[in-house]
């Protein structure tokens, strides 16, 4: 670590070929699926706090607050916002993980992003991969499409992703997977494809289904049992919640209309 480094190791990196999974709250998080999803595997597995990236110089406080809370006894303290990187190990894999969960930034998405190019510099990462979702025109009773690509072209054919045609605003995720592939560091970015008109967040259906491609991808074992759980509830909610707005089933019958006409 440089001195001008935003980032600060609490551990020694003593990792074994690690898959840097990243998620970012904001512009990218449609349903904050990508956000559930790896708190849920900071929430099943023992994580050991590996790294800190100072945000300070990052973040625009009147955009994302800092929190006050009571902690012991009437003590007030102030919780900032921060990103943070855990390492996480299973006696039946080969490789490690580690899982950097923030914010999207405000401010010098530059340095931000050279930032985060050297933790997985720094800790030998053989991929990272990027978690996103978006929302769209999608029938929310079919199965989460979770699109894919990559910078790395024997990675990509071997998951068979085609290379992204979208032209547009970016965010954060975008810019960080351009910032890694021009730094030679092989990166994947998983997209959920979520309704536009589900308003209940978090959406556990897309976090498991963003989980679910990770763990097809990497073999890396996850517990999903309390996802699961949390998406057969998640979706029996929705499907209430559209069968009683006669507006928004109407909505959704021509969405199926349209599909099942192509």
Do not use: C
Request: charged share 20%; no cysteine; glycine share 6%.
């Amino acid at each position: 670590m440089t001195a001008a480094s935003p980032i600060r190791f609490h551990l020694p990196i003593d990792l074994r070929e690690p898959v840097v999974i990243l998620a970012y709250a904001g512009w990218n998080d449609g349903g904050e699926a990508a956000t559930t999803a790896v708190g849920h595997l900071l929430e099943t597995f023992s994580a050991r706090k590996l790294a800190t990236l100072e945000v300070e110089e990052f973040v625009d406080y009147t955009s994302v607050r800092p929190h006050a809370r009571l902690a012991a006894g009437d003590t007030r303290e102030i919780r900032w916002p921060d990103h943070e990187f855990f390492a996480i190990s299973a006696e039946t894999k080969s490789f490690d993980l580690v899982v950097g969960l923030g914010v999207e930034p405000q401010l010098r998405w530059r340095s931000f992003s050279a930032a985060v190019v050297e933790l997985a510099r720094q800790v030998e990462a053989k991929l990272v991969i990027l978690l996103g979702a978006f929302l769209d025109e999608v029938i929310y009773s079919q199965p989460i499409q979770v699109l894919g690509t990559s910078s790395d072209p024997a990675l990509a054919a071997r998951l068979g992703l085609s290379p992204s045609r979208y032209e547009g605003p970016t965010g954060i995720v975008g810019v960080l997977g351009d910032a890694l592939q021009t730094s030679g560091v092989p990166t994947l970015s998983l997209w959920a494809r979520l309704p536009h008109y589900v308003q209940e967040l978090p959406n556990s259906r897309a976090a498991l289904a963003l989980l679910q491609r990770v763990e097809a991808i990497t073999g890396f074992p996850l517990d999903k049992a309390a996802l699961e759980t949390a998406a057969a509830t998640f979706d029996q909610e929705v499907s209430e919640a559209i069968a009683a707005d006669p507006q928004l089933s109407a909505y959704v019958r021509e969405l199926k209309r349209r599909a099942f006409s192509q």
